[in-house]
Every structure is written in C-alpha cells, then in structure tokens.
C-alpha cells in the first residue's frame, strides 16, 4: 500500500456524529475517503481530512501538480465537493486548497491548539453563505465592423471610419461609466442586506468566460433568509446600465470569508 | 477586444450540468479558505501563489486541452480606441 499523508478540507461542527454518517460513502481529493478527526476532549469541532497518497502530495509534487491545469482542477472540484457537503450539514469553515499534513495526529494536535478559535468563527458564520457579484462591461455593438460607414455617404472613408472608431469609444466610456453606477448601487444593496464583503481580482484570461471585460469581482456574506433578496437587487442594478452585465454566484461555503472575517473587518463595504 | 464570436459553450467535464465555473472555484480556493501554519508537510506559504494563480487563472488552460475559444484571444492592446 502506497504511504499516505493528510488532507485536509475544512473545519466543522459535529456534535452527534451525523456529519460523520453522511460523509461516508464521499469520494474526495484522489477519490479518497472523507474522515473527521476530533480534538483529544471531544467538544463537537471536528476536521474533514483525507488520506491521500505522499507520491502526489509530497512538497515537491504539489507545487508541480498545482501548476498542472488538469490536475488542479481535480483537486479543486474534489475538495470543492467535499465543502459542499460538509455546508449541506452545517456551518463550514473551509481550509485553504492543498492543505497536508504528514498523518491524522498532527491534525488532531493543531485542532486541539486551535478549537476556541475554530468554534468562534464557526459561530460567527453560522446562518450566512457567500454570494458572488460580478460585473461586466460588454463589448460594444459594431466592434466587429469597424470600417462600415455610420453615417451619410457624404463622409469619405477615412472620415466615416474615424467618426465610427469615436462613436465606439464614447459607447465603451459611456459603458464604464455605467458600470460604476452599478457597482455603487451593488455596495449600497450590501450596506442593507450584507454583512461583510472581500474583493476578488476581476477575471481575464482563458478561463474568463466573459462575454465582455469582468471589471468587478466581489463576494460577499449574507444572511441566508436575505440572500433571495440580495441576488435579485444585485441582479436588478444592470437592468438600465446599457452595455453592463451583472452576475451573481452562489451560495457559496464562506470561502472568501474563512480567514478574514476578524483579521479584516475593515474590508466591509468601501467604496 | 473580443470579436463577435460566441464564446462556445465550454465543453470540459462529463457534468456540465452540475459545473460551477472553474475560475470561480479558484478566485475562492487559491485566495480564501484558512490558512493554517505549523506542522505542515506543506505550508501555503511556501507555495508561490501568485505563480500558480498566474498559470491558472490568466496564462493557460494547457496545451493538450485547448479551449474552443483560444483563437478569440481577448487582446489587451494599450492603445485601444
């Protein structure tokens, strides 16, 4: 049998052992077991790990693995599923993706060291999930067509081509502008109906699905009787905002929250 | 900027139905969650995010795995408009 290490996905609650019986029968990371591990004085707090082969999650293999796209996503999407899980249960306070350990004791020692402060964050997510808003200026109308004559055939071409270049530019900087205003009415939904908010870098690149430039990447924590409200005001913000898209993500496990939500209470709604 | 070309619906996983988007999943998994320090066989902070982050959220989804909309790269030009 292959040496194993530790994985470990998130810190929950599980005060009767009915996590413990849903989890079974959970394929995770490596399409390993799920397991909790309890702290030495049994107070409920518990630590969903996996054991998982050490070949693969070895220091030096990470860091190669985690740069392999496939591979990543793999292990993203497992450990995904399993905070899902767990959020379907209770509160989560999910770990940072690729967390190991050598074996299970070492994940019992540091949850012994850190139960109290485990407990309390647990306590304070407790009722909220994490919404995703993000906002798009789209592409403006025309861009595929730049040399299409706009207006009367009295400009020459090289006229009518820089009078059409200007009209997009102003449609994009009218688009921006709008998408500001957006942005400032998702903040203000938020000062009513969320309780805290951390600011992702907007996505680009291939794996970006766009259509259109993200300008906006924000999550944030809602209570879960408002998130129905939350999500159809958020989506409500783009609806007279030509050229500006919103989405909104979720529910989501307080991801974007887990490690924040004391160390900065500052991030709370900026402007 | 992109050209009119439909960003074709990805056609990644044998799930599609249940698919959150990857890069969502990452903006959450590579900045959030909690991270812990200690006895690690890896600590986090060891890992170079920003580099890992770079490779997948910005640079490639992998060469054998090309997307259907590669060759509708949204070019970043300085001098736009």
Redesign the interface.
Same mark, same amino acid.
């Given at each position: 049998m292959t040496e194993a290490?530790t994985y470990?996905y998130a810190?929950a609650r599980d005060d009767d052992g009915t996590l413990a019986t849903e989890l079974s029968g959970l394929s995770g990371v490596a399409d390993a077991p799920v397991r909790l591990v309890r702290a030495g004085r049994n107070d409920g707090v518990v630590v969903a790990v996996s054991p998982v082969p050490a070949p693969d999650?070895?220091?030096e293999a990470?860091?190669a693995h985690?740069?392999?796209?496939?591979w990543?996503?793999a292990i $993203?999407?497992a450990?995904?599923r399993v905070i899902e899980a767990i959020a379907a249960h209770g509160t989560v306070?999910?770990?940072?993706?690729?967390?190991?350990?050598?074996d299970e004791e070492?994940v019992r020692?540091?949850l012994d060291? =850190?139960r109290e402060e485990f407990a309390d964050?647990l306590a304070e997510l407790a009722g909220l999930e994490?919404w995703?808003v993000k906002i798009y200026v789209e592409?403006a109308p025309g861009?595929?067509d730049p040399a299409a004559p706009s207006t009367g055939a009295d400009l020459s071409p090289g006229r009518a081509y820089l009078s059409h270049?200007k009209a997009?530019?102003h449609a994009?900087e009218d688009a921006y502008r709008a998408a500001q205003r957006v942005a400032r009415d998702v903040a203000a939904t938020a000062r009513r109906q969320a309780v805290a908010r951390?600011q992702?870098?907007p996505?680009?690149?291939?794996? @970006?699905?766009?259509?259109?430039?993200n300008v906006v /990447?924000d999550?944030y924590l809602v209570p879960r009787p408002a998130a129905h409200n939350f999500r159809a005001a958020v989506l409500r913000t783009a609806e007279e905002a030509p050229g500006v898209r919103v989405e909104a993500?979720g529910p989501?496990a307080p991801?974007?929250?887990? @490690?924040s939500l004391e160390a900065e209470p500052a991030k709370k709604v900026t402007p | 900027?992109?050209?009119?070309h439909e960003?074709a619906a990805?056609a990644e996983g044998p799930l599609p139905d249940r698919q959150? @988007?990857?890069?969502?999943?990452?903006?959450?998994?590579? =900045?959030?969650?909690?991270?812990?320090t200690?006895?690690?066989?890896?600590s986090?902070a060891?890992?170079?995010l920003v580099?890992?982050s770079l /490779?997948?959220? *910005? $640079?490639? *989804?992998?060469e054998q /795995?090309p997307?259907p909309?590669?060759a509708d790269?949204?070019v970043?030009d300085g001098h736009e408009?």
């Open positions: 290490v470990a810190v999650f070895r220091e990470l860091h985690l740069e392999d796209m496939e990543l996503e $993203a999407r450990h995904h306070l999910p770990l940072r993706l690729a967390t190991v350990y050598l070492r020692l540091m060291d =850190s964050r994490e995703g592409d861009t595929e270049r997009q530019r994009r951390a992702h870098r996505q680009q690149g291939e794996l @970006a699905r766009g259509p259109g430039e /990447n999550a993500t989501w991801y974007s929250f887990a @490690a | 900027m992109r050209t009119a960003p990805p959150v @988007a990857l890069i969502d999943l990452l903006d959450r998994l590579l =900045s959030g969650g909690v991270v812990l200690g006895d690690l066989v890896l986090i060891d890992i170079d580099r890992v /490779n997948a959220l *910005i $640079a490639s *989804i992998g /795995n997307a909309w590669t790269l949204p970043r408009g």
